[in-house]
């Protein structure tokens, strides 16, 4: 099987896990529910459920734990995108080339799904105690999961990125970086460090993972900075050139578009050549490390 046909398969595979996730009775909260449906459901790359898989195969076959992390990672992802959109913060009517969750179910729903989805993250991340021996793990686990989600991690590039545009302040190099690392490149770091921790990685190689984590999230950004220049709707699924018809101050704005390229060079080349040092070598995962930093769309 070649990588592009693994990818889609293991896309499907995550599609199958988060459907089951999600197939919960709900009660009277069931319209809330179907929001949040809509919300997880609605496409995606799948790429840190997959990149936690991956990360768990560096070091063993995959483990039990792991598909209550892979379906939690995804509905943490979902959640932030939810409340991105909203008017309240980028003001997106289009993802994935549909319409978002607020412009179908109302900034009221929207909100509550957002919220919906973090919480049943975590409710099933917690369903991984049910199939261990080894509650210490996923309690490791959990712990890095809800740090990287939480303040000191994207929700706190988040607030900084918001409050910046607020202020209407012109961003320094550490500034955006923090933002970058943070609000995109947490939930990865977490992604490859939980697949190692459920494999019974070291601590140095988990470390190790959350640095190669940090490299490859800084660099998709400063691409998705680039694709918000030279992509088109029809491959984004979503508008183009908001961030110039906004003011908002981007790694291409800030040092151009010839700069942006290359720094992804260099941070991609490094986060690669970390996953080549490790003694079990993951070729599918490099392959996707190098798709997601080149990527089109």
């Given at each position: 099987?070649?990588?592009?046909?693994?990818?889609?398969?293991?896309?499907?595979?995550?599609?199958?896990?988060?459907?089951?996730?999600?197939?919960?009775?709900?009660?009277?909260?069931?319209?809330?529910?179907?929001?949040?449906?809509?919300?997880?459901?609605?496409?995606?790359?799948?790429?840190?459920?997959?990149?936690?898989?991956?990360?768990?195969?560096?070091?063993?076959?995959?483990?039990?734990?792991?598909?209550?992390?892979?379906?939690?990672?995804?509905?943490?992802?979902?959640?932030?995108?939810?409340?991105?959109?909203?008017?309240?913060?980028?003001?997106?009517?289009?993802?994935?080339?549909?319409?978002?969750?607020?412009?179908?179910?109302?900034?009221?729903?929207?909100?509550?799904?957002?919220?919906?989805?973090?919480?049943?993250?975590?409710?099933?991340?917690?369903?991984?105690?049910?199939?261990?021996?080894?509650?210490?793990?996923?309690?490791?686990?959990?712990t890095i999961l809800a740090k990287m989600a939480g303040i000191f991690g994207m929700i706190g590039g988040q607030a900084a990125d918001v409050q910046s545009e607020k202020d209407g302040e012109r961003l320094t190099e550490d500034k955006l970086l923090f933002i970058h690392e943070n609000k995109t490149a947490a939930l990865i770091e977490s992604s490859l460090m939980?697949?190692?921790?459920?494999?019974?990685?070291?601590?140095?190689?988990?470390?190790?993972?959350?640095?190669?984590?940090?490299?490859?999230?800084?660099?998709?950004?400063?691409?998705?900075?680039?694709?918000?220049?030279?992509?088109?709707?029809?491959?984004?699924?979503?508008?183009?050139?908001?961030?110039?018809?906004?003011?908002?101050?981007?790694?291409?704005?800030?040092?151009?578009?010839?700069?942006?390229?290359?720094?992804?060079?260099?941070?991609?080349?490094?986060?690669?050549?970390?996953?080549?040092?490790?003694?079990?070598?993951?070729?599918?995962?490099?392959?996707?490390?190098?798709?997601?930093?080149?990527?089109?769309?």
């Open positions: 099987m070649n990588f592009h046909d693994e990818l889609e398969q293991k896309v499907s595979d995550v599609n199958e896990l988060l459907t089951k996730a999600l197939s919960v009775d709900t009660g009277y909260a069931e319209y809330l529910m179907d929001a949040m449906r809509y919300s997880v459901m609605g496409g995606g790359k799948r790429i840190r459920p997959i990149l936690m898989l991956e990360s768990c195969k560096l070091f063993k076959d995959p483990v039990p734990e792991l598909p209550y992390f892979m379906a939690a990672i995804e509905l943490i992802h979902s959640y932030s995108l939810v409340h991105d959109d909203m008017p309240c913060i980028d003001n997106d009517e289009y993802r994935r080339g549909r319409k978002t969750t607020h412009a179908v179910y109302g900034e009221t729903t929207a909100l509550l799904a957002g919220d919906g989805l973090l919480n049943f993250a975590f409710e099933t991340a917690t369903r991984a105690f049910n199939v261990t021996d080894d509650a210490a793990k996923v309690g490791k686990a959990i939980i697949g190692a921790v459920l494999a019974g990685a070291s601590d140095d190689d988990v470390k190790k993972l959350m640095e190669i984590g940090s490299g490859i999230g800084i660099a998709f950004q400063i691409r998705d900075d680039i694709l918000d220049v030279e992509g088109s709707f029809e491959e984004l699924g979503k508008d183009i050139g908001s961030d110039a018809e906004n003011g908002k101050v981007t790694y291409v704005t800030l040092y151009g578009l010839e700069k942006a390229k290359a720094d992804v060079a260099a941070y991609s080349d490094e986060a690669l050549n970390g996953l080549k040092s490790f003694q079990r070598r993951n070729e599918f995962l490099e392959t996707l490390v190098e798709s997601l930093i080149n990527r089109n769309k």
